[in-house]
């Protein structure tokens, strides 16, 4: 695997101290993903996905000050427990979403137990890039990761 980053790339990593089933399972099960998905302070009240290559990714994160942020996309790979490519480029049925941003990519690798995660934004352009950093990338998918690290290693059911 090549661990360059790309050229429109943003991406953050952590090793996590629960095994890969069930971090990808934070990611895979719709309610569990609510409790964490978005920045401190942010909810998600809609998630909706069908887990399948060109199934549905949409959510809906929402502000304390009530402001909406919804994302819309569709899995491009899926590879359970191990990797999940998704996109907001295309909607269901491969229809362009009008919007091209990025491609993530979120790889769960198995270190002695603990999972290495790492989550990358692969975006069409060095402008799509820097509009992604710039809307804060780093603090909002690395608070993110914080509530994920919380939920799987205190708060999640087996």
């Known amino acids: 695997m090549n ?18 089933n069930r971090v ?4 895979t099960e719709p309610a569990l993903l609510q409790q964490w998905w978005g920045p401190h302070g942010m909810t998600t009240p809609e998630c909706e996905m069908n887990l399948w290559v060109g199934g549905l990714f949409r959510t809906l994160m929402r ?6 942020y919804p994302t819309q996309g569709v899995f491009l790979e899926i590879d359970a427990p191990r990797r999940l490519v998704f996109t907001d480029a295309f909607l269901p049925g491969w229809i362009p979403s009008g919007k091209p941003f990025m ?9 002695d137990g603990k999972t290495r995660y ?7 352009s060095e402008a799509d ?7 804060g990338f780093h603090q909002g998918w690395g608070e993110s990761l914080e ?6 290693t205190e708060g999640m059911p087996d």
Do not use: N
């Open 3 to 20: 661990t360059q980053p790309a050229a429109f790339e943003l991406s953050i990593s952590r090793v996590i101290d629960a095994p890969p």
């Open 103 to 111: 491609s993530a990519e979120v790889t769960f690798e198995e270190v």
């Open 63 to 68: 502000a304390p000050d009530g402001s909406e």
């Open 118 to 124: 790492t989550a990358r934004a692969m975006h069409w």
């Open 24 to 27: 990808f399972r934070a990611w």
């Open 147 to 152: 509530r994920l690290v919380s939920l799987v």
């Open 129 to 135: 890039k820097q509009a992604h950093e710039a809307m």
